[in-house]
C-alpha cells in the first residue's frame, strides 16, 4: 500500500463518521490524488482555481472538489460548472459573483462563509459583525443561487493547544448564533470546517463536521 493510503486510512481512523476528511492535495501531483482515490478518498480540496481546474479535468468525475483557498472574484466563472463547495467565502461581493456564475450553469453552489478566528493578524475572514451585516443585507437576501452551508475557520498557527481550542470553541459558538438568528428553518446550514493537520483533533472534539488535511497525508509541501 502506498504512503499516502496508509496516512488516509491511520487518519480515518481518528474521525467520527460524522466528519468529512477533505484531502487538501494543492502543490501535489495528480499521481498522489489517484493514490488516495484508490483507498475510496473522494473529497480533495486545493487553494488555487487553475490548478484546481487542470487537476478535475484529467481525474475521475466522481471526485468532489473543494475551493478552500483565499478566492478571487474573476476567477470563479472557471469551476462553477463543477465545483462542490467553496469554503473560503469572505464578502458580499463573491457572494454575488458567485451567484452570478451559478445561475449562469443551472446551478446552485454551496458555499462557506469564512470568519475571523485566529489572534494573527494574516488570516482572511469576516469578523462577527461582518458576517451579520452581510446576512442582514437586502441583496444577500436577493441571491436565489448560493446555498450558505455553514462557516469555515482557521485557528492561529501555534503550539499553544488552549489558545487553539479556546478560537475553534468561538466558531462553534458563533455558529450556533448565526444558525439560531438567520438559519433556523434552513436545515443546509449545517457544516463548521474546521481543523487541519496540526490541530484537526483539537478541531473535532469542538465541533467540527470537515477537516481539510493537507501534509498529514500527502508530506511536507
Ligand atoms: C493548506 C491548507 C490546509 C491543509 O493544511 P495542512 O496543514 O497541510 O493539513 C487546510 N486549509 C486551508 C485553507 C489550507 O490552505
Known amino acids: 500500500m502506498s504512503?499516502?493510503?496508509?496516512?488516509?486510512?491511520?487518519?480515518?481512523?481518528?474521525?467520527p463518521a460524522h466528519v468529512r476528511l477533505i484531502a487538501v492535495s494543492k502543490t501535489k501531483p495528480v499521481s498522489a490524488i489517484q493514490e488516495a482515490y484508490e483507498c475510496g478518498q473522494r473529497i480533495f480540496g486545493e487553494n488555487k482555481v487553475q490548478e484546481l481546474c487542470d487537476k478535475a479535468e484529467i481525474l475521475p468525475k466522481d471526485i468532489e472538489w473543494h475551493m478552500i483557498g483565499h478566492l478571487q472574484s474573476n476567477k470563479v466563472k472557471y469551476m462553477a460548472g463543477f465545483v462542490k463547495l467553496i469554503h473560503g467565502v469572505d464578502s458580499l461581493n463573491l457572494l454575488k459573483e458567485i451567484d452570478k456564475q451559478a445561475k449562469k450553469n443551472n446551478r446552485v453552489?454551496?458555499?462557506?462563509?469564512?470568519?475571523?478566528?485566529?489572534?494573527?493578524?494574516?488570516?482572511?475572514?469576516?469578523?462577527?459583525e461582518e458576517l451579520i451585516q452581510i446576512l442582514k443585507s437586502e441583496e444577500f437576501k436577493t441571491l436565489r443561487n448560493i446555498s450558505v452551508r455553514g462557516l469555515m475557520g482557521m485557528a492561529s498557527f501555534t503550539s499553544d493547544e488552549n489558545q487553539i481550542r479556546k478560537?475553534?470553541?468561538?466558531?462553534?459558538?458563533?455558529?450556533?448564533?448565526?444558525?439560531?438568528d438567520f438559519f433556523s428553518s434552513d436545515s443546509n446550514f449545517s457544516e463548521i470546517s474546521m481543523g487541519m493537520s496540526g490541530d484537526y483533533k483539537i478541531a473535532i472534539e469542538e465541533g467540527s463536521t470537515m477537516v481539510r488535511i493537507g501534509s498529514s497525508i500527502f508530506g511536507t509541501r
Do not use: M, P, R
Open 167 to 180: 478560537e475553534f470553541k468561538s466558531l462553534k459558538s458563533l455558529f450556533e448564533k448565526i444558525k439560531t
Open 109 to 128: 453552489q454551496d458555499v462557506l462563509l469564512q470568519c475571523y478566528i485566529a489572534t494573527e493578524e494574516t488570516k482572511f475572514g469576516l469578523s462577527e
Open 3 to 15: 504512503n499516502v493510503a496508509q496516512n488516509i486510512l491511520e487518519i480515518k481512523k481518528e474521525i
